[in-house]
């Protein structure tokens, strides 16, 4: 048993400390303990390491931002993780562009995939958690990452890789002009660009303001590309460069990139700078003025302004964090590591390039890896040039290092090579497991976690030397110090937020029953529960889903949600750990409960091996006016509000399968409220209903057909899918209730033909089904697509009796 009380006793903390310096004298005298067998993760039912060692969570490392060194840091520990520490990454982007194949993409040469590492893959293959939000500022003090529209998120430990923003000192270059950087931005508008120049009825002007690699790089990618895409259209590509073209590269380079623009027609500005930007119109510091359709921006741009207004965090003249040698905040708080562009070196600074945040990578995991184990840091000196190979759009490049500069297209061929294996690094070459978990060097190494434990202090070492006797019962329920924590938390910030308001106003944490309301005169009151397990490793997120899943159930009735309990199981880990992790629960559901205007009175809370969550739903409805399974009538048409398949794309991103903008759209679905559609198909006449979920969209129709006594027509290509389901499922992948759901459904379906697997798919907050009368079929799919279910629409009609058992006939 672990009680709070027990890990003050003043004998268990002295016996657990004796272990970890008994093993750590071993190590010292040169004994080397007995060697494990390199351990691979299951699959396709994966566990943590931490889990299947036994080894409770004991700190927590988090990577804001996906950046060039943050992959590095994700394969690593992909690799070799470290039992005891949790790894976290914070990306406002699910995919990452390499910068160093961006031109090749603007050029054409490589597809979206080709250069974009997918950090849902990587992450799931490193077996950390992915939380997708956008950082916008950090409480060093209480060690939070604070984020936008959603609760601060805690660390122990925290590096820093976000990249660069643009700059705003030209008048009017951040409203009018397009910033290359942050890359995935200038992605989205260079589509946007080629649709207008492929449209344009006149020749585009595109003018690239900025003379350094990147500017001219991109200028030449978008000269060939507009050439190739638009070879008749004769759109112009010009370059304007405060200095000279290519500063800091050798002169011969600038000749030559001098004299291949001229050979390709693109005008060339040097030695002058923008001074303002207008609509159309770029005002130069000499008094010109150049006319532009688009204006790109690709000068040096500038570190995210709330950087420098983070107290206790240092930052150089332009804003940008201070670090040592260690890649260690320079007098800040020694557990602030930072990298990349964000970050400057106080000892070596060097320029922004890709190049350098690639290559540190790797000393920027292995000072993580010490710090987390209390080991001295070690010093990283950054190289002083490197091998600068610059394309020119066309299969060609020029490449300098030094006084040495080549061109042709052999370069190309070498940069091509550079970077398409560092990319399969992070993707393709990743093991298909989705991790390799092993100890490393074992003989170096004491029990899991030893090393981390004894860094973090007395409650660690408690923990871990206790981490196998572990109570049941109440024996394992969340302390109530945590719980207290965790619940002050959730009311603090729901003082900022509405919907949180609403659904805490009547908790209480004192009485042991919560107290509800009889229903008003004449309503009946419904009840409904859900449970599961962790789909999703955002504990903000997965409470979010799992309270909009819960209430499903009461829109599917057409009954209002009223008052709700819930049941939380958290992991074995310290107490902080376990606070953060219920906070973070709780706050995903209580928003999605206040939206729609249920309270939450209490629950219950326990520790277990993974995180689950669930609610207890009750609400109240009329009974003549609520929507039953069984209300469906002949000549109906069949209304499904949402696209099939969170069931096969979680099962695709547990094995590190499916893409990363693919689970985003999923988890997009699955936390969209079905209150609404609800309301809107009581509107257009519903006499039956339900909530699409663990049965599939065969299983659910069938029990509205048996109720109903009537059978439908289903036609398979009307129904709809998410974005990747398809895909994962031709791949062979399908959710472990899949096969059950489709037994089910053969016993009455006809013509079930193999390749309907997204039809007994189980939907977690899936969409509703309802019937409707056939009039009004057409208005009803628009009002819900006007409602954002915009893949809502009608699948099939309810029809005569066919043979029993049969009640589902589908259509091609």
Not at 68 to 85: D, I
Not at 508 to 517: E, F, K, R, V
Not at 716 to 730: F, K, T, Y
Not at 746 to 763: C, F, G, K, Y
Request: some cysteine.
């Amino acid at each position: 048993m672990m009680s709070a009380e027990r890990l003050q006793d003043p004998r268990l903390q002295a016996q657990a400390w004796s272990l970890v310096q008994s093993l750590a004298a071993v190590r010292q005298a040169g004994h080397q303990f007995p060697k494990r067998k390199r351990l691979w993760t299951g699959h396709p039912a994966r566990e943590s390491l931490a889990h299947m060692l036994g080894t409770p969570l004991l700190k927590d490392l988090v990577l804001l931002g996906g950046g060039h060194s943050h992959v590095e840091v994700l394969r690593s520990f992909g690799m070799q993780p470290m039992p005891g520490v949790r790894l976290t990454l914070i990306t406002r982007d699910i995919h990452t562009p390499y910068s160093g194949m961006l031109p090749g993409y603007v050029a054409g040469h490589y597809d979206y995939d080709s250069c974009h590492v997918d950090l849902a893959k990587l992450t799931a293959f490193a077996q950390a958690r992915l939380i997708n939000a956008e950082a916008i500022g950090i409480d060093t003090k209480s060690r939070r990452v604070e984020l936008k529209g959603r609760p601060a998120f805690a660390y122990d430990v925290l590096s820093i890789d976000i990249g660069i923003t643009p700059s705003s000192a030209t008048p009017g270059a951040v409203s009018l002009a397009v910033p290359v950087k942050p890359i995935f931005s200038f992605v989205d508008h260079f589509h946007k660009l080629m649709m207008r120049a492929q449209n344009s009825t006149h020749p585009l002007k595109v003018v690239v303001v900025g003379g350094g690699a990147g500017g001219v790089e991109l200028s030449l990618a978008l000269h060939y590309r507009l050439g190739l895409d638009c070879p008749a259209a004769g759109h112009e590509v010009m370059v304007i460069s405060r200095g000279t073209l290519l500063p800091g590269h050798v002169s011969t380079a600038r000749r030559k990139f001098l004299r291949i623009m001229k050979e390709k027609g693109m005008k060339v500005m040097e030695q002058i700078g923008v001074s303002e930007v207008n609509p159309g119109l770029l005002s130069l510091e000499d008094g010109r003025q150049v006319a532009f359709d688009e204006c790109l921006w690709c000068t040096e741009a500038a570190a995210a302004p709330w950087l420098r207004q983070t107290p206790g965090l240092p930052t150089d003249d332009l804003g940008f964090i201070s670090v040592n040698d260690y890649l260690q905040s320079d007098g800040g708080p020694p557990e602030v590591f930072a990298c990349g562009d964000v970050s400057s070196s106080t000892s070596h600074p060097r320029p922004k390039a890709g190049v350098y945040a690639v290559r540190a990578g790797p000393p920027l995991t292995q000072n993580l890896r010490r710090y987390l184990k209390g080991e001295p840091l070690q010093p990283y000196l950054p190289q002083s040039s490197n091998l600068s190979l610059i394309s020119t759009g066309n299969r060609y490049a020029v490449g300098d290092k030094g006084w040495l500069c080549l061109e042709g297209g052999w370069l190309y061929n070498v940069k091509d090579w550079i970077d398409s294996k560092w990319m399969a690094k992070y993707g393709a070459d990743l093991p298909d497991t989705g991790g390799m978990a092993m100890q490393g060097d074992s003989s170096k190494q004491g029990p899991a976690g030893s090393e981390v434990a004894a860094a973090t202090g007395p409650e660690a070492i408690a923990l871990l030397a206790n981490g196998k006797m572990r109570c049941g019962g109440c024996g394992s329920k969340v302390g109530s110090t945590a719980l207290s924590r965790a619940l002050d938390r959730l009311k603090e910030q729901a003082s900022n937020d509405s919907n949180m308001q609403a659904a805490l106003a009547e908790l209480d944490t004192s009485d042991d029953a919560a107290l509800i309301p009889a229903p008003p005169a004449g309503h009946a009151l419904v009840q409904s529960i859900d449970f599961f397990r962790a789909i999703v490793n955002d504990p903000f997120v997965f409470g979010a889903i799992a309270a909009n899943h819960a209430l499903s159930d009461c829109h599917a009735m057409g009954a209002q949600a009223s008052a709700a309990l819930v049941l939380a199981v958290v992991p074995h880990a310290t107490e902080q750990q376990q606070e953060e992790e219920l906070f973070q629960m709780l706050a995903g559901a209580a928003g999605i409960l206040g939206q729609a205007g249920c309270r939450l009175l209490g629950g219950h809370s326990s520790e277990g091996t993974d995180p689950a969550f669930g609610l207890s739903i009750t609400g109240y409805g009329k009974p003549d006016k609520l929507l039953r399974k069984g209300g469906l009538q002949k000549g109906q048409a069949l209304v499904l509000t949402k696209a099939l398949g969170t069931g096969v794309l979680m099962a695709a991103a547990m094995r590190g399968k499916a893409k990363g903008r693919c689970i985003l759209g999923a988890c997009n679905s699955m936390q969209q409220s079905n209150a609404a559609a609800a309301a809107c198909l009581a509107k257009h006449g519903a006499t039956g209903c339900t909530d699409i979920t663990g049965f599939g969209l065969l299983g659910h129709l069938a029990e509205m057909a048996k109720a109903s006594k009537v059978c439908v027509e289903l036609g398979m290509a009307d129904v709809p899918e998410l974005q990747g389901a398809g895909e994962c499922l031709s791949a062979g992948i399908t959710s472990t209730l899949n096969p059950s759901n489709v037994r089910a459904a053969a016993a009455v379906t006809s013509n079930l033909p193999s390749d309907s697997h997204i039809l007994t798919d189980p939907q977690t907050a899936g969409g509703l089904l309802a019937g409707i009368p056939e009039s009004q079929a057409v208005a009803c799919v628009s009002e819900l697509r006007s409602l954002g279910y915009q893949e809502a629409c009608s699948i099939g009609k309810t029809c005569s009796s066919l043979e029993p058992p049969l009640l589902i006939e589908l259509k091609s």
